[in-house]
């Protein structure tokens, strides 16, 4: 269980990408959004390689100056592996190992030194990044929540999010009962600034009930466990099988 609290990788429901400093990789060649498909099975990386990306220190979020967007990425070298559909996969490695490149090479954040990652057979270069947006739920090491109410942070990968959908998502991380104690429950306003201020922990359980109430194929989630409780680790992880 420590191990997978430490990093976790995991195949399964995607927010909106992260903004970054950045550019998201857009395909070599033309890409048709539109034909892009809905869900993704198989996930192959073959040979994949990272390399080291060193953030300026002058690229910083206006909300949090002392914060970067993105920390510097380790590189990696010649990752082979297969994820199984339905299957979670758990990376587990020391500070500066390469896990948050891994989750950005798979969700085109950085390029690609050499190898390939594979949905399905195709490659990720024939991806565009509103394809991947759609295909994969990303939940961030430094969880953010935007202000809003709590019910529309966790329905904000997903439109058509049902309120019950809503509080389902919330139940399988172990945050319903904590939103229903607060003043206006599911409308309590949270965020910098306004309404409620949530812990590091209660913002990541509500990143986890955002990926979880999307229609995405795939969830990654990159170092986030580390902060929760381990009764609430083993919820999160059923609720990805």
């Known amino acids: ?25 857009q395909p070599a ?32 979020s206006p909300a949090s100056p002392s914060h970067p967007l993105v920390p510097a990425v380790a590189p990696l070298h010649n990752v082979n592996v297969g994820v199984q559909p339905g299957s979670r996969l758990a990376v587990v490695g020391a500070q500066g190992a390469g896990k948050t490149s891994l989750c950005f ?25 509103d394809s991947i947006s759609r295909l994969f739920s990303y939940v961030p090491s430094s969880p953010t929540v935007l202000v ?52 590091r922990s209660q913002m990541m359980q509500v990143l986890l009930a955002r990926a979880l109430a999307s229609d995405s194929s795939v969830v990654v989630v990159d170092d986030s466990l580390a902060v929760l409780d381990e009764s609430v680790v083993a919820a999160v992880l059923s609720a990805l099988q």
């Open 29 to 60: 060649g033309p890409s048709d959004s539109n034909s892009s498909p809905s869900s993704i099975s198989f996930i192959a990386f073959a040979d994949a390689s990272v390399a080291a990306v060193h953030v300026p220190p002058t690229l910083h």
């Open 148 to 199: 809003a109410s709590i019910a529309s942070n966790i329905a904000f990968s997903r439109d058509t999010a049902s309120q019950a959908q809503v509080e389902r998502a919330a139940v399988a991380v172990g945050a319903d009962a904590w939103i229903r104690a607060l003043p206006d429950s599911y409308n309590t306003m949270i965020g910098d600034g306004s309404g409620v201020l949530l812990t």
């Open 1 to 25: 269980m420590d191990a997978l609290k430490d990093s976790l990788a995991a195949a399964a429901n995607v927010s909106a990408l992260l903004d970054t400093a950045f550019s998201p990789q």
């Open 105 to 129: 090479a798979l969700l085109k954040m950085v390029p690609l030194a050499s190898g390939d990652i594979s949905f399905d057979g195709q490659s990720v270069h024939l991806f565009d990044t």
